[in-house]
């Protein structure tokens, strides 16, 4: 079994301030990790993913996470927020190739990030 | 370009009735999915082809069916649409299990 725990549903920022959105995982096998972004009234937009190679992972628009096996954290960063990057957010597992989650995701709750002139 | 569609965007039924959402994919994509986003759960997943004339159950598969006749679409219906099943449905596609699932812009749909 595999789950998504995203730590706070609501996060507030200032323009240029550090964004970090919270994503804890469990999976039984290693794991396909994602972050997605949703504007109001859109569908998901893929920011980045980690497959097994580097541990750092750089997405779209200036973000990026980095996957920390020992805490099952694949929290999500960005140095200097946008009033653009104002969305939800929202972090997913996949089991990876041979196990049975492989291909399907499992999504956190979400996160809706504002972002404060 | 390649893309993926839903339609209707919007949906007002009835409880009882049965409603056919639609999706279609352009992609030439093996892998299809149907969600569900309600607050507070994020999405999740109701079911899933890997390719046509496969269909499999995902976490909140009752009251829900799909057929796969070709690549291109997945069609969700709801046998007898209850007030639970009030939601905003996201059809999704994938080349295959190892990559990216993209999304289409959503379905909100109300059942009074």
């Known amino acids: 079994a595999q789950s998504v725990t995203q730590l706070g549903s609501h996060v507030s920022v200032s323009e240029g301030a550090l964004v970090l959105l919270r994503c804890n995982y469990s999976s039984s096998v290693p794991p396909y990790l994602f972050w997605y972004v949703q504007y109001p009234n859109q569908g998901l937009q893929l920011l980045l993913k980690?497959?097994?190679?580097?541990?750092l992972v750089k997405g779209i628009n200036g973000f990026e996470a980095e996957f920390k096996k020992s805490e099952t954290s694949f929290h999500l960063t960005k140095p200097s927020a946008h009033m653009s990057d104002a969305a939800e957010y929202f972090c997913?597992?996949?089991?990876?190739?041979?196990?049975?989650?492989?291909?399907?995701?499992?999504f956190g709750q979400g996160t809706i990030l504002t972002v404060h002139p | 370009d390649a893309e993926i569609t839903q339609s209707p965007r919007h949906k007002i039924t009835e409880t009882g009735r049965q409603v056919t959402l639609a999706c279609h994919q352009t992609w030439n994509h093996n892998n299809m999915f149907w969600y569900r986003q309600d607050l507070g759960h994020g999405l999740r997943l109701i079911h899933y082809?890997?390719?046509?004339?496969?269909?499999n159950k995902g976490e909140v598969s009752d009251g829900y069916s799909v057929s796969r006749s070709n690549t291109e679409d997945l069609p969700l219906t709801l046998e007898s649409a209850a007030s639970s099943q009030t939601s905003v449905y996201f059809c999704?596609?994938?080349?295959?299990?190892?990559?990216?699932?993209?999304f289409g812009p959503g379905t909100r749909l109300t059942v009074l």
């Open positions: 999704a596609s994938s080349e295959s299990k190892g990559n990216t699932q993209y």
């Open positions: 082809s890997y390719g046509v004339h496969d269909t």
């Open positions: 997913a597992v996949s089991g990876s190739a041979g196990g049975t989650s492989y291909g399907k995701l499992t």
């Open positions: 980690y497959t097994s190679a580097a541990t």
